[in-house]
Structures are given as C-alpha cells and as structure tokens.
T-cell receptor, first 117, second 112 residues
C-alpha cells in the first residue's frame, strides 16, 4: 500500500520552457502533498505544502509564481516550473500523506530529474 | 530556525562491520522518523519513534529516540551491500502544517 506515482521521471528541455510534474497517490487519498527539491548529495528541501482544495503554502524563499502548485483532487497534485532556467535544474520529489494526524509518515514518489539546457 | 543535524556526513564500512548515524535536533520533537534513500532513488519510510527513550528494532537495524526527544540514532549491525544509501532522520517542523524537517543525512557506502 501507500504508493505514490510521480511523472515524468526525467525532463530535459530548453531554457524558457514550462515543465509540469504530476504526483499521484495510487491507493490512498492524500489530503496533503509536499514538494521537495534535492541537490546532489544534499538533504531534501521543502518547497511547498499542497492541500487539496486550497492554495499551496510556500516555504520562505520559494517563488510561488515560479513554482505553481495545484492540488485539484485527493489523489493528484501538480508542480509547474514556469519559464525554467538552468538554475532550476534539480531533482524534484513529491510526497503524500493521508489523514490529518501529524505523525503519519510521508510516502515519496520516484522523483523527477529536471535538466534545463 | 529549527535545525536537524546528522553525523557523520559520510561513512565507508567493510561489509560485516557495524554502522551508526546520529541525529540531533535543535528543538524537542514530538516524534522522529527515519527514511532511507538508495542512490538514484527516493526516500523510503523506515520507522517512527514517539516515546522518550524508545528503542525499536527491524532485523539488523536498531532505532533509538533520546530521553530528551531531541536526538536519535540508527545502528546497523553487520552491514550488507544492500544497506548502501543515505539515511535521513526527520521531525515535525516548527509551525505545524504536518511538515517535516529532514536531517542533513548520512551517506553509507559498504565495500566487499
């Protein structure tokens, strides 16, 4: 159980392109999803919290107009990197948790490796 | 702000040797979670500790939560090549919202 699917796995595109990443919870309803960014050999940096039916909450320093998040259903959240530039190249990972109890673990998608040329 | 540090940052061991990673939080945690990320993979939940002084075991892995609930450790007995990866601890972030603050991670390499 607790499977999270993230698509696509790899994206290579030109500078200025907008890229959409999907995160789906396959066998449970995810009231909350999280989007992380991870640089090589570093920890996970939380970018934003996505709540179904409401606006995402962004962490300090994360541009909400740059990283658009939509959580339209209990099983799907999307992250759109708008007008991507080489500095946006990174590993983006989503996670999902069901229920409202704060102690529930997060289940991660496989991640998306984004390379902007 | 809240910081969760792990030591060591890297650890190379020979297969069969033991391994321990230590996690220290700048704030008291209501619980602590441990995740493993294989090279090129995504973090996978291992365990959650809630009680002060709690100790849990999963086969060769032993997890401990400190009495003050500000530190934790993960000990692997007789490492195997399948243990390779980065181990992260994580605790509830200040400000709530069900967010987690991840530790800096310990990368484990196991050599034959």
């Amino acid at each position: 159980g607790a499977v999270v699917s993230q698509h696509p796995s790899w994206v290579i595109c030109k500078s200025g392109t907008s890229v959409k990443i999907e995160c789906r919870s396959l066998d449970f309803q995810a009231t909350t999803m999280f989007w992380y960014r991870q640089f090589p050999k570093q920890s996970l940096m939380l970018m934003a919290t996505s709540n179904e039916g409401s606006k995402a909450t962004y962490e300090q320093g994360v541009e909400k107009d740059k990283f658009l998040i939509n959580h339209a259903s209990l099983t799907l959240s999307t992250l759109t990197v708008t007008s991507a530039h080489p500095e946006d190249s990174s590993f983006y990972i989503c996670s999902a948790r069901g229920g409202d109890r704060g102690s529930q673990p997060q289940h991660f998608g496989d991640g998306t490796r984004l390379s902007i040329l | 702000g809240q910081q969760v540090m792990q030591i060591p940052q890297y650890q190379h061991v020979q297969e069969g040797e033991d391994f321990t990673t230590y996690c220290n939080s700048s704030t008291t945690l209501s619980n602590i979670q441990w995740y493993k990320q294989r090279p090129g993979g995504h973090p996978v939940f291992l365990i959650q500790l809630v009680k002060s002084g709690e100790v849990k075991k999963q086969k060769r892995l032993t997890f401990q939560f400190g009495e003050a609930k500000k530190n934790s450790s993960l000990h692997i007995t007789a490492t195997q090549t399948t243990d390779v990866g980065t181990y992260f601890c994580a605790g509830p972030a200040r400000g709530g919202g069900n967010k987690l603050t991840f530790g800096t991670g310990t990368q484990l390499k196991v050599e034959l």
